[in-house]
């Protein structure tokens, strides 16, 4: 039995990598990558830029076109290995060591720019940068570009080991045959209604949330989201998770008072991110091991509170290079699962998906052969109309309407939640949307809002909004054109959706 368990959690590991072919000419012909700036340039099958300190600002790269129809209604994964010495830390975490593509849903649509980017430092060893994307069936074509951009110092990509093409496949799912119970109180547990938490919680918080009938709170342990390069000091990393700790005790002994339930949710797992598109632990063993450790801390620290409705492992796991045997998305998150229920073997595990928990990777992704377990989605497509105009550029999108050469209205809604129903339907799971939002001056945000709870509660899943007065951008209290503009307002139109569907929860509270 030990060595079946062996293989099998190692199975699950080997992602196979299966090539893509974009166009028929050759990515690794230096001939075909054009310099950006006057610091990069190739030799053989290397390209190398090499900026010096004074000349840091701007973008330094080696570019090329890329044909993307071949990808149209594919997640495509882009990786190459690289090496840097002295590369200085970059400004912002988009900026650094890049290794980027940037293109264009749709011809009427707002630029995208998907990339393994923020390194710095130095590291003479070879290893992994990539990012992964799910392209529509309207892209075209690409700019993928390898440098630096407002940093200095040397960076140097190996073209012989760029691949594009599929990290995970469906052909590598295990536990097919899998059905998923669950004890009769989780079974025929409310519905749960809710709201992802500020950073830190109040009681106030808490009374206005209860006031709105709110029955869940997903309560995120979170600092330096999105960001490269943190997390690295594990004694700092275990003193700013105590005091977070605590502040959700506090917060759970209100919700006794209100009758609401919590979701504690490990936003920020120790190494935080290498890169943009992956989590530091899934290649270094002492996080993810840490990871574990983590977990088996809060596990026997909540178990028995009564407030304590499930476990969410990891927010938005990414994993676009390949891991430690044992260390990748799922096996990290399977290992943290199996030292939970030695330490609590009631309370509900939540498992989310690869990039950052998007529904389309369940098409993928294996269930634990384990019970009790609920699978966790986030929705936040059509991208381009959930976050435009984010950084004040772009034009305004509209919902429902084409968006990226696509009719978006709740069919289609429904339709790329499909992956996520097929899981539901083969592993007879409970399913639970952790995140769903529009921007705050998307045009039909509250009926964006409104198709995806009509969907949500058709299909019997839990849900919480993002997010609950934390960044203004998101939050139905406040309202305004741009970041900048933002105030708080009587009401909102976004706020109202939410209203109507937490009444349903009165009958439960």
Known sequence: MKLFLYFYRVL?????????????????????????????????????????SKNAKGQHWMERECDLVPFRGKQVTFMVKYRCSNVSKPPEPWNGIKFMLRYKPSS?????????????????EWQWTGFSVT???????????????NSSGQVEFDLSTLRIGSLFSEKERINQDWKIQYPESVASHPRQRGMMSPHKITYDDMKTLNKWNVNLVRAQISRNWGAVGTELDLEEYDRWLAGKLDNLEQAMEWGREFGIKFVIDLHCPPGGRNTQYNMRMFIDKKYGDHFIEVWKRIAGRFKKHPQLYAYDLINEPVQAVPALPGYDYWNLQRRAA?????????????IESNESDRPQ????????????????????FPLSYTHQRLNGQGPAITYPGQIEGVMWNRE???????????????????????????????????????????VFEELGWDWTYHSFRESPVWNVEMAGDCIKN????????????????????????
């Open 12 to 52: 699950i590991s080997l992602a196979v990598f299966t090539a893509y072919s974009s166009t028929a000419i050759d990515f690794a012909d230096v001939a075909t990558w054009k310099p950006e700036g006057d610091f990069s340039k190739a030799e053989n099958h290397i390209l190398i830029t090499d900026v010096p």
């Open 108 to 124: 009427d649509a707002p630029m995208q720019w998907p990339g393994g980017n923020g390194m710095y430092g130095t590291d003479n």
């Open 135 to 149: 392209f529509p069936k309207t892209v075209t074509t690409g700019i993928l570009s390898m440098g630096l951009e």
């Open 338 to 350: 199996e030292a939970v229920r030695e330490i609590d073997p009631d309370t509900p595990i939540m």
């Open 361 to 380: 990777t369940f098409s993928y992704l294996s269930p634990l052969r384990m019970h009790n377990i609920i699978y966790k989605v986030h929705m936040y």
């Open 412 to 454: 289609r809604i429904r339709e790329t939640l499909q992956p996520v129903i097929d899981f539901q339907k083969r592993h007879n799971c409970k399913i639970y949307v952790g995140e769903f939002s529009a921007i705050a001056w998307a045009p039909g945000a509250e009926k964006f809002l409104n198709d995806c709870i009509e």
């Open 486 to 509: 933002m105030k708080p307002v009587k009401s909102t139109p976004r706020q109202k959706v939410l209203l109507q569907y937490f009444q349903r929860n009165k009958k439960s509270k």
